[in-house]
């Protein structure tokens, strides 16, 4: 599927299948000028309700091809990857600049110091030691809740955003909480697409999710390792997936273009 050198200087980005999209379009709109190679993994989603060591092994592999391609760069367009394989990466990598995802919890409890912040997340996600780590860290100024979410990637992943199951799944995850929380933190890539079902569940609340500082942190990673594209290059964005049927594509170009 990936050729040798066949994206040399691109961005590789990836995710278990559309959600990392949501942080793709962040990094066009931060960074025009870069090429940007989207593997959405659909035929292994979802990731948050794998073993850890099973998301580790399908994150390699991808990283592997996006090297063999020539990518300059990588960013896990995942929090659920992130945790599970982000310091294995970088430690097979080391030369490369791999960005990882992670829930936006600081942003948001310096925002809320006094108030209630949930955190949405993959079943994975809330469990292992980089979320544990950030809630030793950030968790104590506001009161946070942590929410596994287990079932709603998958369901946002087979698209059609708008029918009534969703909403009710929603309801059944996060309904207990309306009205308590001040602030919400989407802390898995496939949660932006369906922020205004779960506005319409939890309130008008500020939402925080970890696109945007994603994308400044690829900026930084590549000024300060001299692999900015120039401000005359063409930037370009390419999807491939491993459920690869041109249904497939479509919707990725749907949720990209939404
Ligand atoms: N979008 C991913 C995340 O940010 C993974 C969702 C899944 O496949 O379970 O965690």
């Known amino acids: 599927m990936l050729n040798a050198d066949e994206y040399k200087g691109w961005v590789g980005v990836f995710d278990s299948g559309v959600g990392g999209i949501s942080v793709l379009r962040a990094l066009v709109s931060e960074l025009p000028n870069e090429s940007f190679v989207y593997f959405g993994d659909s035929a292994h989603a979802p990731y948050g309700e794998k073993t850890p060591a099973e998301v580790l092994d399908l994150s390699q592999r991808i990283v592997e091809r996006f090297m063999i391609a020539g990518c300059k760069s990588v960013v896990i367009a995942c929090n659920t990857a992130t945790s599970a394989a ?60 942590a929410v ?8 946002i ?37 369906v922020i205004d079902q779960i506005r319409e569940v939890l309130g008008d609340v500020p939402f925080f999710d970890g696109g945007e500082g994603t994308a400044r942190q690829l900026r930084r990673r590549l000024a300060a390792c001299d692999l900015l594209a120039g401000q005359d290059a063409q930037g370009a964005v390419k999807f491939l997936s491993s459920k690869d049927t041109p249904e497939e594509l479509a919707l990725y170009q749907r949720f990209f273009t939404a």
């Open 86 to 145: 982000a310091a294995q990466m970088r430690a097979t990598y080391p030369d490369v600049p791999i960005i990882g995802v992670e829930p936006a919890l600081k942003p948001a409890v310096l925002a809320t110091p006094d108030g209630t912040v949930l955190v949405m997340a993959t079943p994975m996600t809330v469990r292992l030691e980089k979320f544990q780590q950030l809630m030793a860290e950030w968790g104590s100024g506001a009161r946070v809740i």
């Open 148 to 155: 596994p979410c287990e079932g709603l990637a998958a369901r």
């Open 157 to 193: 992943e087979r698209g059609r955003l708008h029918e009534p199951d969703l909403k009710e799944l929603i309801e059944s995850l996060v309904g207990s909480y309306a009205g308590k929380a001040d602030a919400v933190v989407l802390g898995c890539t496939h949660y932006p697409f």
